[in-house]
């Protein structure tokens, strides 16, 4: 038997992959970014063949640079972005080789009507999901209304956890049931396929295919798998779990007040929860964690990290350059160069953190990113460290909004994500938190907890709780340095007031309807 297991998080922008040992050190790594695809506007896709594609890539990757024999890795299982899917036929193929992106909001047009059917509160209790359309839930039923013809092609709907264990070679193809919570088309009662929300929206049941569990063995790579990843044939290929539950359980948090914060391209407050009232905690998500059974309350960030990503591509093209002349990081050059010479509140200047729309508690779609404060003594540092804090910030909305529920937490926030691998970032994040965070020694945590279901279907870890004892290790704690505290909580009132006034003075929705637009796209 081998002694390694690989992690493979498939997320929104690129794929991921880690070598690691039974203790979760890392030996090799491979990583691939890619580009969506914007066919129209509030469309947002990306190719499946290509994904898969990059996905083999990032796997071959990382077995090169770990320098272990790939028959040593014994078994692999995944991570994957949430409420993405795509649709296959009776050949399991993907139709259109397109999957639907979470960030996709074609679907906004088609809200009213599935409201209409089944409020989204009773959607909330039945599923544990809100009634946002980012949820493939939401994106489904506007293919069924908008696109016939594809909705009577598919066989199944696919999440993209099921797409990729199909490519990897599973034997059958199947849904893993935590990833598939996420989705809005699941009854946390049952854990299984909800008739009643498929009944409300005319959705036929018979396209919804089989259930596995987490850190289930569903088959073993082939020879063309092998030869396209470099995996050994007869790797077993484990069920693993949507990215964020995967984020929390490589964070540590598998217990009742156990919170994480992941600050990526989706970020996320994650608190364990055995037993959630899903009916009294409206507005947040609350899908299964890997422990099937036991939930997470989870307030949602829609725009997250990619803000960043914005700014590294649009503000800070010219260094991104220059960081990739010096085989830097463009991050650690953008921290180096402008969030070290610009003080706490960012000299005035805030940024409203919502490119693609903002999640919990808001969940406004219209909700677009704002700098405010910018005067002609702002400068490009303060712009850059503004994008930071908000980011941040619009993290804290989301605690506050949760503890305001009467949801309890622990008061250390482990943190995750590309976010927590800054040291400005994480002293930033106890600073406007006002609460101690820790990093983790592996700050990929989806992919540590992917590589931990990996490790237990393979049967060197009994349960969650032995995979988490086992390679989870927790970094630096950061205390909040209380005169930034003072200041963000400052900052902190004026940038929901900003978000309200904008709001109260339908200055979002007006910019919407401004907004160029394809005439004959429906949604």
Request: charged share 25%; proline share 4%; aromatic share 10%.
């Given at each position: 038997?081998?002694?390694?297991?690989?992690?493979?998080?498939?997320?929104?922008?690129?794929?991921?992959?880690?070598?690691?040992d039974?203790r979760g050190?890392?030996?090799?790594?491979?990583?691939?970014?890619?580009?969506?695809?914007?066919p129209?506007p509030?469309?947002?896709e990306?190719?499946?063949?290509?994904?898969?594609?990059?996905?083999?890539?990032?796997?071959?990757?990382?077995i090169?640079?770990?320098?272990?024999?790939?028959?040593?890795?014994?078994?692999?299982?995944?991570?994957?972005?949430?409420?993405?899917?795509?649709?296959?036929?009776?050949?399991?193929?993907?139709i259109?080789?397109?999957?639907?992106?979470?960030l996709?909001?074609?679907?906004?047009?088609?809200?009213?009507d599935?409201n209409?059917?089944i409020?989204?509160?009773?959607r909330?209790?039945?599923t544990?999901?809100p009634?946002?359309?980012?949820?493939a839930?939401a994106?489904?039923?506007?293919?069924k209304?908008?696109?016939?013809?594809?909705?009577?092609?598919?066989?199944?709907?696919?999440?993209?956890?099921?797409?990729?264990?199909?490519?990897f070679?599973?034997?059958?193809?199947?849904?893993?049931i935590?990833?598939?919570?996420?989705s809005g088309?699941?009854?946390?009662?049952?854990?299984?396929?909800?008739?009643?929300?498929?009944?409300?929206?005319?959705?036929?049941?018979?396209?919804?295919?089989?259930?596995c569990?987490?850190?289930?063995?569903?088959?073993?790579?082939?020879?063309?798998?092998?030869?396209?990843t470099?995996l050994?044939v007869?790797?077993?290929?484990?069920?693993?779990?949507?990215?964020?539950?995967l984020?929390?359980?490589?964070?540590g948090?598998?217990?009742?007040?156990?919170?994480?914060?992941?600050?990526g391209?989706?970020?996320l407050?994650?608190?364990?929860?055995?037993?959630?009232?899903?009916?009294?905690?409206?507005?947040?998500m609350?899908?299964?964690t890997?422990?099937?059974?036991?939930?997470?309350?989870?307030?949602?960030?829609?725009?997250?990290?990619?803000?960043?990503?914005?700014?590294?591509?649009?503000?800070c093209?010219?260094?991104?350059?220059?960081?990739?002349d010096?085989?830097?990081?463009?991050?650690?050059?953008?921290?180096?160069?402008?969030?070290?010479?610009?003080?706490?509140g960012a000299?005035g200047?805030?940024?409203?953190?919502?490119?693609?729309?903002?999640?919990y508690?808001?969940?406004?779609?219209?909700?677009?990113?704002?700098?405010?404060?910018?005067?002609?003594?702002?400068?490009k540092?303060d712009m850059?460290r503004?994008?930071?804090?908000?980011?941040?910030l619009?993290?804290?909305h989301i605690?506050?909004?949760?503890?305001?529920?009467?949801?309890?937490?622990?008061?250390?926030?482990?943190?995750?994500?590309?976010?927590?691998?800054?040291?400005?970032?994480?002293q930033?994040?106890a600073?406007?938190?006002?609460?101690?965070?820790?990093?983790?020694?592996?700050?990929?945590?989806a992919?540590?907890g992917?590589?931990?279901?990996?490790?237990?279907?393979?049967?060197?870890?009994?349960?969650?709780?032995e995979?988490?004892?086992?390679?989870?290790r927790?970094?630096?704690?950061?205390?909040?340095?209380?005169?930034?505290?003072?200041?963000?909580?400052?900052?902190?009132?004026?940038?929901?007031?900003?978000?309200?006034?904008?709001?109260?003075?339908?200055?979002?929705?007006?910019?919407?309807?401004v907004?160029?637009?394809?005439?004959?796209?429906?949604?």
């Amino acid at each position: 038997m081998g002694s390694y297991v690989m992690g493979i998080d498939v997320g929104t922008t690129g794929s991921k992959a880690m070598v690691t040992d039974l203790r979760g050190r890392i030996l090799g790594k491979g990583y691939r970014e890619y580009t969506l695809n914007y066919p129209k506007p509030n469309w947002v896709e990306v190719g499946a063949e290509f994904l898969i594609g990059i996905t083999f890539e990032a796997v071959r990757e990382a077995i090169a640079d770990s320098k272990v024999e790939s028959s040593e890795i014994e078994a692999v299982s995944f991570s994957v972005n949430r409420s993405s899917f795509c649709l296959v036929d009776d050949g399991l193929n993907v139709i259109d080789d397109k999957i639907y992106v979470w960030l996709d909001s074609r679907s906004e047009s088609v809200m009213d009507d599935i409201n209409g059917r089944i409020s989204p509160e009773r959607r909330n209790e039945i599923t544990g999901m809100p009634g946002g359309n980012i949820f493939a839930i939401a994106k489904y039923y506007w293919v069924k209304e908008n696109d016939p013809e594809t909705y009577s092609r598919t066989r199944y709907f696919s999440t993209i956890g099921s797409l990729v264990m199909h490519a990897f070679g599973s034997d059958d193809f199947a849904v893993e049931i935590s990833d598939g919570t996420v989705s809005g088309l699941m009854d946390v009662r049952t854990l299984g396929w909800s008739r009643e929300v498929a009944e409300a929206l005319g959705f036929d049941m018979a396209k919804f295919p089989p259930l596995c569990k987490p850190a289930e063995v569903v088959g073993r790579i082939g020879p063309d798998v092998s030869a396209k990843t470099g995996l050994a044939v007869g790797t077993k290929i484990v069920a693993g779990s949507g990215d964020q539950q995967l984020a929390a359980m490589g964070a540590g948090v598998i217990r009742d007040g156990a919170v994480s914060l992941t600050i990526g391209t989706f970020g996320l407050l994650a608190i364990g929860l055995a037993k959630p009232n899903f009916a009294g905690l409206t507005g947040m998500m609350i899908p299964s964690t890997p422990r099937l059974g036991v939930f997470e309350v989870e307030g949602p960030q829609v725009s997250g990290a990619t803000c960043y990503r914005w700014c590294r591509d649009v503000l800070c093209a010219e260094d991104a350059a220059a960081a990739a002349d010096k085989g830097m990081d463009p991050y650690e050059l953008m921290g180096e160069k402008y969030i070290g010479n610009s003080p706490p509140g960012a000299g005035g200047v805030l940024f409203y953190s919502a490119l693609f729309g903002s999640g919990y508690p808001t969940w406004d779609t219209n909700a677009t990113g704002a700098f405010i404060g910018l005067r002609s003594t702002s400068t490009k540092a303060d712009m850059v460290r503004a994008v930071m804090e908000g980011i941040t910030l619009e993290s804290r909305h989301i605690l506050e909004s949760i503890v305001a529920a009467g949801v309890e937490m622990e008061d250390v926030i482990s943190i995750s994500g590309g976010a927590s691998k800054s040291p400005y970032w994480r002293q930033m994040i106890a600073d406007i938190m006002g609460r101690k965070v820790r990093s983790l020694d592996v700050p990929d945590a989806a992919v540590l907890g992917a590589a931990g279901l990996a490790a237990i279907g393979a049967g060197f870890y009994k349960n969650l709780d032995e995979a988490v004892e086992g390679m989870v290790r927790f970094g630096q704690v950061y205390e909040p340095i209380r005169p930034n505290t003072d200041l963000y909580d400052t900052m902190f009132g004026i940038y929901k007031d900003s978000y309200y006034a904008l709001k109260d003075r339908n200055v979002f929705d007006r910019l919407a309807d401004v907004r160029p637009r394809d005439k004959g796209d429906k949604g």
